[in-house]
């Protein structure tokens, strides 16, 4: 039996300007309240299915130590879940994510964690219609 590792390699981030760019001109949405999922589905450039990035605005939280627990939480829900839409994907497709943290309250990592499971829910949910 083959276990998956669940990491959060540097062929799993989004980090390239271009590609975020990309993500930000042409992508979908699903709002869930306190997290926005930018996502896009795209040929596979890399060796993972899926690629994220975090983003926690200064605009909401001035203090460093603020954005930063919230990125790490969603970073840690994301490692957690992302098999979730690993799954989903075949071929040679590869999905582009960006979450971002829109409330201005922090909220607990049970909240994030369950809020960023609901946001995958519905990207796979659009996945199967297509």
């Known amino acids: 039996m083959q276990t998956r590792r669940l990491t959060l390699r540097k062929t ?11 993500l930000f001109e042409d992508s979908k949405q699903v709002n869930m309240p306190p997290l926005r999922l ?18 926690v605005p200064k605009r909401n939280f001035k203090r ?11 970073r840690e829900a994301h490692r957690k879940h992302k098999s979730l839409l690993n799954d989903v994907i075949k071929g040679n497709k590869q999905c582009n994510m960006m979450y971002i ?7 607990s990592y049970e909240e994030i ?5 609901l946001t995958l829910q519905r990207v796979i949910k659009e996945l199967d219609v297509k």
Not at 12 to 22: M, P, Q, S, V, W
Not at 67 to 73: D, S
């Open 38 to 55: 930018l996502w896009k589905m795209e040929e596979k450039t890399g060796a993972s299915e899926t690629r994220a990035a975090f983003s």
């Open 101 to 107: 943290y829109m409330s201005r309250s922090i909220a």
């Open 113 to 117: 964690e369950s809020k960023l499971v």
């Open 12 to 22: 799993e981030r989004l980090y390239e300007k271009k590609a975020i760019d990309n």
């Open 64 to 74: 460093a130590v603020d954005r930063n627990l919230l990125k790490r939480r969603m």
